[in-house]
């Protein structure tokens, strides 16, 4: 839910609009500051396996990708 929690807030977000991005949630603010970059490099794979909510993992790089994130942090 907080991935998607966080999917919803930055499509309603204007792409020119910079926003700092905060979550209780250590596996989103992880998986978008540590995670993303190998995922990405990896297909979104881990061992040749998909990693799990690959496909929310990528709609959420695309859209940080698009956007100006101010800073993405744990509660």
Request: net charge positive.
């Amino acid at each position: 839910m907080e991935m998607t929690a966080a999917i919803v807030a930055l499509t309603v977000l204007p792409a020119t609009c910079a926003t700092p991005v905060v979550s209780d949630s250590q596996y989103l603010v992880n998986g978008m500051t540590k995670w993303i970059a190998g995922w990405r490099r990896n297909g979104f794979k881990k061992k040749n396996a998909p990693i799990p909510n690959a496909d929310l993992w990528r709609t959420l790089d695309a859209l940080s990708t698009a956007r100006a994130i101010s800073g993405l942090r744990g509660w």
